[in-house]
């Protein structure tokens, strides 16, 4: 069974930083892409970042404009875990964020298993 679970969400304030972790089980880790995406009130989800989601390098990282220079996706294959370090977090940054498993790797790829979510929420 697919799992993946998220967490080290929280509130801090505008320039602070927090660390998110997705811990994922039941597939090869290495094999599929893999991504965070969160949605704030009122608004659609969104892609943050993904590993492997990119044709060509396997491996290779993709980051949101919006968070380009902020935020560090990375994994460790041997725990299976996700992380997401979030440094200069701004209050448009504030949004639940999901971790979720590709159906392959590769810019085609679609998500099929979600977590839970976990809330970060940024005071200005």
């Known amino acids: 069974e697919v799992q993946l679970v998220e967490s080290g969400g929280g509130l801090v304030q505008a320039g602070g930083s927090l660390s998110l972790s997705c811990v994922a089980s039941?597939?090869?880790?290495?094999?599929?892409?893999i991504g965070w995406f969160r949605q704030a009130p009122g608004k659609e989800r969104e892609g943050v970042s993904c590993?492997?989601?990119?044709?060509?390098?396997?491996?290779?990282?993709y980051y949101a404009d919006s968070v380009k220079g902020r935020f560090t996706m990375s994994r460790d294959n041997a725990k299976n875990t996700l992380y997401l370090q979030m440094n200069n977090l701004k209050p448009e940054d504030t949004a639940l964020y999901y971790c979720?498993?590709?159906?392959?790797?590769?810019?085609?790829?679609?998500?099929?298993?979600w977590g839970q979510g976990t809330q970060v929420t940024v005071s200005s």
């Open positions: 979720a498993k590709g159906t392959g790797r590769g810019t085609s790829t679609e998500y099929d298993y």
């Open positions: 590993i492997g989601c990119k044709d060509g390098i396997k491996g290779s990282t």
């Open positions: 039941g597939f090869t880790f290495d094999d599929y892409a």
